[in-house]
């Protein structure tokens, strides 16, 4: 049988070997946590505690009221030492709610949770899902109510859920469709049936082949009409628009959205949130995160609460090796350096992987020998080395006429350069001034 | 940022350095990082993702398009005598040592180990015909380096194939010398053209005999390599041996050696069905001249090449064209360098014109 797939793209080493077979294990709670008041794209939470204040786990300590936004929560029971401005996963100082853990006990604030969600009005539970402040957990923690009340005028007939976790390393979705499969299904059930639609597909990537084999025997056993789409390994098949060339043959028009072809698309991790919601009334206190890379003693994926610090997850696997040189939350295409490993576990953190030396390939580069290896990679169907070039002589308006905003970061271009050259590195640079510049010009 | 690009770098040199010898344990800097928290005292990496690379890098295409040479090495040596050697090593030699001198004058750190002025001499020697005085390989090789490369601002910044400019540069500077051929040493002329005077055809080339003795050259000796022509040239085994070499490795684009021997083929192909007692026939077309050398050395230049798919079928179909129309029509026996040099000009206009529809682009 030929998979699915979408064109272009590169194939990765996959280093999942690590921690693939690894069972979740439950992170013992964290003395301190540490909860950053934005976590998802859109508008900064306010803070709702003060220092002393006692919370229960699960109780709201920042909101917005923003509609592009969503709530944060206490992930343990304790008493607030400080909110203030702490280092984040995501660089910077970011205001956090520190929070440090009162005696053994778990107290939680659950959410109402209607008796039969099914019966319930669709408006209720959209609010519930933004009450537990779920957000998209693949890494782009875009506020999940939002997706799931597209506009009147678009009209949505699929939904996709996202199970491919393409990046290299991470192995927190693979374990949740395996050892969660139910759950999954339930999110993902009630996902569609807030969005009316009838067809559902999961895509997987074919190296998760238990995954495959756990998430269609459950969705048989259970009587769902979904369809799963096993999808060839390649990078980045886990980017919303890749995959829904993948699964539907649908090519999302460039600057536009899923939506404007009639598509949803969310995370395992994100329908499992969703189910515990609104089954549970558990709100996003936690998620599972992959620690692993060869600079980890012993990786593991671990069901972990927000705000974690991350060197409580590293010690919890036995600590680093001597010879690790980089720590990034993330895979190693998209994923963010750390600095300091203080920094919190966030709603968006599907990783921590440590690496030595080894692992890392950074050397000098040499000048573009224009071979074309990039613009074979692209996706997006970009010129990656002269859009670099254009944004290295600031030639920003010529960039955004050659799409440099359609360029969705995957890293492809920079990851198969011969000459080592920082493409993607300085395509985000150009996509940030060209957007700085727009606003210029809508501002005058 | 540039503090870390250059922590990078150093770790980076650090670490290739390792295998070869052992350096001396490097001096502890002091570092702006070393307060926060880090495994034993030593700074994480910081860099913006992605974390890892390909394995290629420029130094590895160019040494291996240079090895991949090599069965046309040994095929000049065993055709042309031990000049060719000489001339080869010359050759390299002199572009070697301009573009140091010149690398020096513009104050640019080295770049003789990333292969390109290596493989711009062995090119250069390997277009040369057998008898070409050695000073002029020299002459040659300063050429391509210093106005074929180096003037445009060095590697990767060229417009033209710089071999193939040293190489245009020599023939008009000396039109007979570049035009004066010799057989190989084992040449059988009876057995492999069917003519009866060796005096009529020594010392041309096949291309040379077709164009103004119109004597066909069996398609045998063409393939071994065992014909009058330059250096490396002659021997359509050895070429393909080193292009197919390339094409695995993923260091040449297959795009253009298909495209460019497939339209001389159909090309070609159409005037031999048309009369094919004046016109060769494809095959004889593939195998003589420098076409296969070209194809698959010069031609897939990554420099000089267009870097869009669209383009890369454009160019390589156009040069194969050009070619034949110079063979048959021209008032040369021999096209291959100007059908690429032309190509080689019009590659940034391609470029231009062959932008790939984005993702979802709607473009009528």
């Known amino acids: 049988m030929k998979l699915r797939t979408f064109k272009k793209g590169i194939h990765l080493a996959e280093y999942k070997e690590f921690s693939h077979d690894k069972k979740i294990e439950q992170m013992p709670l964290p003395e301190q946590v540490y909860i950053p008041l934005q976590q998802h794209i859109g508008a900064p939470c306010e803070p709702l505690v003060k220092k002393g204040d006692t919370v229960k786990t699960g109780q709201v300590i920042g909101r917005s009221s923003a509609y592009v936004s969503a709530p944060v929560h206490a992930s343990i029971t304790g008493v607030v030492k400080a909110v203030d401005k702490f280092p984040h996963p995501l660089g910077m100082r970011v205001e956090m709610v520190h929070i440090e853990r009162t005696g053994d006990e778990d107290d939680w604030e659950l959410l109402s949770i209607p008796e039969n969600w099914e019966k319930a009005p669709r408006v209720e539970l959209i609010k519930l899902i933004n009450e537990a402040g779920i957000v998209g957990m693949g890494g782009a923690a875009f506020p999940t109510h939002v997706k799931l009340n597209p506009p009147g005028d678009k009209k949505i007939d699929s939904f996709i859920l996202n199970g491919v976790e393409c990046e290299p390393y991470l192995t927190s979705d693979h374990r949740l469709m395996v050892e969660y499969t139910d759950q999954i299904l339930a999110g993902m059930n009630i996902i569609m049936s807030l969005l009316n639609v009838e067809n559902g597909y999961i895509g997987i990537e074919d190296n998760k082949p238990d995954a495959i084999e756990m998430m269609s025997k459950r969705v048989k056993d259970l009587g769902y009409s979904f369809q799963v789409v096993p999808l060839e390994v390649k990078y980045p098949q886990g980017a919303e628009k890749m995959l829904i060339e993948s699964v539907l043959h649908r090519k999302v028009p460039a600057g536009g959205l899923p939506m404007d072809v009639g598509v949803v698309v969310n995370n395992v991790a994100t329908a499992k949130a969703v189910a515990d919601a609104v089954l549970e009334g558990k709100p996003l206190v936690e998620r599972v995160t992959t620690v692993t890379g060869d600079g980890i003693i012993h990786p593991k994926n671990l069901l972990t609460r927000i705000g974690t610090p991350f060197n409580d997850l590293v010690e919890f696997c036995g600590g680093v090796k001597d010879e690790t040189t980089i720590v990034f939350m993330g895979g190693p295409m998209m994923g963010q350096a750390q600095y300091d490993l203080s920094v919190p576990v966030i709603k968006a953190a599907g990783g921590i992987v440590c690496n030595t030396s080894k692992m890392i390939t950074m050397v000098e580069h040499f000048p573009c020998i224009r071979c074309g290896a990039c613009v074979d990679a692209c996706p997006m169907y970009l010129l990656p080395t002269k859009l670099a070039k254009l944004t290295e002589h600031k030639k920003y308006e010529e960039a955004e006429k050659l799409g440099i905003q359609n360029c969705i970061e995957c890293g492809s271009c920079a990851f198969s350069c011969p000459a080592h050259i920082p493409l993607v590195q300085w395509l985000r640079v150009g996509k940030m001034r060209v957007s700085e510049l727009k606003r210029k010009q809508k501002a005058s | ?364």
């Open chain 2, 1 to 364: 940022m540039e503090k870390n690009e250059k922590t990078t770098s150093d770790q980076s040199a650090e670490i290739s350095k390792t295998p070869q010898k052992e350096t001396p344990a490097p001096k502890p800097k002091k570092d702006p990082r070393d307060r926060l928290y880090k495994p034993k005292g030593r700074p994480l990496t910081m860099s913006s993702s992605p974390y890892s690379q390909t394995k290629d890098n420029v130094p590895k295409i160019m040494w291996c398009v240079s090895l991949a040479l090599t069965p046309a090495v040994i095929g000049a040596v065993v055709f042309f005598g031990w000049k060719a050697v000489f001339m080869i090593s010359t050759s390299i030699l002199a572009a070697m040592v301009t573009e140091l001198v010149i690398t020096r004058i513009r104050r640019q750190p080295d770049t003789l180990d990333d292969g390109s002025a290596f493989l711009t001499g062995l090119l250069l020697a390997l277009t040369l015909p057998p008898t070409f005085p050695v000073s002029g390989c020299v002459l040659g090789s300063v050429f391509a380096i210093a106005i074929g490369k180096q003037i445009f601002g060095g590697l990767g910044c060229n417009i033209f194939n710089p071999a193939l400019l040293g190489r245009a540069f020599l023939q008009a500077s000396f039109p007979v010398k570049m035009t004066t051929w010799v057989l190989p040493r084992y040449a059988d002329m009876n057995a492999y053209t069917g003519a009866t005077s060796l005096d009529t055809i020594t010392g041309a080339t096949p291309l040379g005999l077709l164009k103004y003795e119109k004597i066909f050259t069996h398609i045998k000796p063409l393939f071994i390599g065992n014909v009058g022509g330059s250096l490396g040239e002659t021997s359509a085994l050895a070429l393909l041996a080193g292009g197919i070499f390339l094409l695995i490795l993923r260091h040449a684009d297959w795009r253009i050696p298909v495209g460019f021997l497939g339209s001389v083929a159909v090309f070609g192909g159409i005037f031999w069905m048309v009369d094919p007692a004046i016109y060769p026939s494809p095959l004889f077309h593939l195998l003589s001249g420098g076409l296969l050398l070209g194809a698959f050395f010069m031609a897939t230049d990554m420099v000089t090449s267009p870097i869009t798919i669209k383009g890369t079928w454009i160019y390589s179909i156009g040069a194969g064209l050009i070619l034949v129309i110079i063979r048959l029509f021209g008032g040369l026996p021999e096209g291959v360098m100007y059908s690429i040099l032309l190509m080689n000009g019009l590659t940034p206009l391609i470029n231009r014109f062959t932008r790939p529809k984005f993702f979802g682009e709607a473009r009528a």
